[in-house]
């Protein structure tokens, strides 16, 4: 049988998120009420950084250890594969001593040949084209808010990134509908779209985008530590803040998520990320009980 990986959000099937989500409930029910969990007993999660994190590191090592089980955290600045070892030999030693792989890596080509090269299943926490862990989080998070999401507005307003690639994979196997507004220059690449254009419709206006919505979401228009660079991003991002006046414009049950970290002021404001309506919150928290979820299903 061929080993099931979680690489990007279509790698899994729409009943199997479903038997994910009823364990989150459950395993974050138990860890609501300080109850053991420990299917994972003398498992091991090896995670492979090749990118600074504090959630998904928090959410992956903390997770494992409530599980029962031992998470090693490797990075390519201390570890061979920052000095030149093939991402094919260290899949191979990796998955012969530990149970289950994560990897954050720049490219999604990378982590495929690692998946490629593993006895053990490997996940996704975080690529350049996809981050299925955190939508995975913020579905489960809608869902546990205001029920199913099937047939809902989510808005996405920001560039075309990993997270909006992967909301478009959701959009599609949970049955709801993505609108998006991309600043010029920074919108979809045809050739990551995976899902055929019924799912998503593309506004000019970030405004319109937000009418109707049921869930409004953005995310960090310079990633953090890179902000010198990105002078010319913040200039083509003018007007892309999700402020209260898109908000406004937005269901008015709806919703505000962010997958952090996040910059008040630019791509969101202050009084809506701190506000009544944002779950940012709860959605971080998420990333610790749906992944819990996931590794108990993979390994
Ligand atoms: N949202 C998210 O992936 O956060 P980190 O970069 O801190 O892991």
Not at 180 to 196: M, R
């Amino acid at each position: 049988m061929p080993i099931k990986h979680f690489l990007q959000f279509s790698d899994f099937t729409l009943d199997e998120f479903e038997y994910v989500i009823e364990r989150t409930r459950l395993i974050k029910r138990k860890f609501k009420n300080y109850e053991p969990h420990h299917p994972l007993i003398d498992r091991t999660l090896v995670m492979v950084f090749e990118k600074n994190s504090t959630r998904t590191r928090l959410s992956f090592e903390a997770g494992m250890h409530q599980l029962g089980g031992a998470a090693i955290y490797l990075n390519t600045r201390d570890s061979q594969l920052g000095r030149g070892e093939p991402v094919e030999d260290a899949a191979q030693v990796m998955s012969r001593m530990c149970d289950i792989i994560m990897v954050r890596t720049f490219g999604q080509e990378i982590i495929e040949r690692f998946a490629a090269n593993s006895r053990v299943p490997v996940i996704n926490g975080l690529t350049n084209e996809h981050h299925p862990c955190q939508v995975l989080a913020d579905v489960f998070t809608y869902i546990e808010q205001r029920g199913s999401i099937a047939g809902r507005t989510v808005a996405w307003i920001g560039d075309a990134n990993n997270m909006l690639y992967s909301w478009l994979q959701a959009a599609a196997v949970f049955g709801f509908r993505l609108n998006v507004s991309t600043p010029k220059g920074y919108d979809l690449d045809p050739q990551l779209v995976t899902v055929d254009a019924s799912h998503y419709t593309l506004f000019e206006h970030p405004s319109d985008a937000c009418q109707g919505a049921h869930l409004v979401t953005t995310d960090v228009w310079t990633s953090m530590g890179y902000e010198d660079e990105n002078a010319a991003r913040l200039k083509a991002f003018d007007g892309w803040i999700v402020d209260g006046a898109k908000m406004a414009r937005a269901a008015a049950d709806a919703l505000f998520m962010h997958c952090l970290p996040a910059h008040r002021g630019e791509e969101v404001a202050a009084d809506v990320i701190d506000g009544p309506q944002s779950v940012v919150w709860d959605e971080a928290e998420n990333r610790l009980h749906v992944q819990k979820a996931l590794l108990e299903y993979l390994v």
